[in-house]
């Protein structure tokens, strides 16, 4: 893996990937490398005069030092914030790997020395009625980054998708404990149940605090597990 990608999904809504995968993209740089990100389903969009723009997305060209459009980065948004399956269906669109699979080959093409390609929501959101986003990192054969949101339940919720991503077969190359809520109880003793139950590395814990940056979660990441293969 000369180029290494890696496809970040979530334990499920709202456990932080984007704000990780800034976090990735800028420890990446800081160690000299090219980075590149694509979200290719999002839902939840803003109009502006350029037509919709996603705050996630935008989040991930900033911190992507390869030059790609925003369109090449984010090629299918929707306004509403609702699954994405659903909001496409609400414009007669019809999601599927099909239509994703070449946008993201186009950015892996682009040659960045690391690269991450995000879902929307957790491991098996829907793309329609028969296929999920899963699909896709599968048809990609793309090792997975899964950020788990430190909250209660955290630990049965990361199980389940670390097994569901092996049961597919893919390689879960790490993971990231988010700690999403400013007051979890026994937020250490999730983490240390995670460190020993999760067959993969854990490649940082990410400490509560309002406004978190790229650098700040930099500060907290090991890229040592994801590069070592590379």
């Keep these: 893996m000369s180029n290494p990608a890696f496809f970040i999904t979530g334990t499920d809504t709202d456990a932080g990937k984007t704000t990780i995968a800034g976090g990735l993209l800028y420890a990446a740089q800081q160690q000299g490398l090219s980075t590149l990100a694509t979200k290719p389903v999002a839902s939840g969009c803003s109009l502006s005069p350029e037509g919709l723009r996603n705050a996630d997305a935008l989040h991930l060209q900033a ?3 390869v030059s790609a459009t925003y369109e090449e980065i984010n090629p299918f948004a929707f306004e509403p914030p609702i699954a ?3 909001a496409a269906a609400k414009e007669n669109h019809l999601l599927n790997t099909a239509s ?9 093409a682009k040659g960045a020395d690391f690269t991450l390609v995000e879902g929307a929501g957790g491991w098996h959101v829907p793309l329609n009625q028969t296929e999920r986003l899963s699909d896709l990192a599968l048809q990609l054969q793309l090792p997975v980054i899964l950020v788990v949101g430190i909250r209660l339940g955290c ?3 990361a199980l389940l998708t670390m097994d569901a991503i092996q049961h597919a077969g893919l390689p879960l190359a790490g993971w990231v404990a988010n700690q999403i809520e400013p007051h979890t109880e026994a937020a250490q003793e999730n983490i240390d149940c995670l460190k020993i139950s999760m067959r993969a590395p ?3 814990v990410i400490p509560h605090q309002p406004h978190l940056t790229a650098a700040d979660v930099a500060q907290h990441i090991d890229l040592s597990p994801l590069l070592s293969k590379a």
Excluded at 100 to 108: E, G, M, R, T, Y
């Design 155 to 157: 630990i049965n919720h």
């Design 84 to 86: 994405p399956h659903i």
């Design 100 to 108: 994703l699979l070449p946008k993201v080959q186009a950015i892996l």
């Design 63 to 65: 911190y992507s030092t």
């Design 202 to 204: 854990c490649l940082g």
